[in-house]
Nanobody, 125 residues
Framework: QVQLAESGGGSVQPGGSLRLSCAAS??????????MGWFRQAPGKEREGVAA???????TYAESVKGRATVSKDFQKNTLFLQMDSLKPEDAAMYYC?????????????????WGQGTQVTVSS
């Protein structure tokens, strides 16, 4: 059974950076159909997809984070990363890692049934 555990959240000032991690246990990274995503949800707002990456390394980003977010994977450590730069107050949210097995892997297209517990990101001066 795949389990996901996020870490790396914290409080930063506007313009700062954070690197979020998602450690995956169980068989996921080895699957050619593995699809992983980052989502976020701020209080009172709907959950928003941030980025998704398939096992070939194809990544889709939400328009709201393009140019400021970078997703990467460490296959040896079964870990997914989300580097967020030039953080804005509107980036503050609980960030979640999600996973599934899918032929098509993209934000707004793929349904993710596996979720981590989330890591909080606060952006304020």
């Amino acid at each position: 059974q795949v389990q996901l555990a996020e870490s790396g959240g914290g409080s930063v000032q506007p313009g700062g950076s954070l690197r979020l991690s998602c450690a995956a246990s169980g068989y996921l990274f080895g699957s050619s159909l593995a699809c992983m995503g980052w989502f976020r949800q701020a209080p009172g707002k709907e959950r928003e997809g941030v980025a998704a990456v398939d096992n070939r390394g194809t990544i889709t980003y939400a328009e709201s984070v393009k140019g400021r977010a970078t997703v990467s994977k460490d296959f040896q450590k079964n870990t997914l990363f989300l580097q967020m730069d030039s953080l804005k107050p509107e980036d503050a949210a609980m960030y979640y890692c999600a996973a599934t097995y899918a032929q098509r892997c993209a934000i707004g297209v793929t349904t993710f049934p596996l979720w981590g517990q989330g890591t909080q990101v606060t952006v304020s001066s």
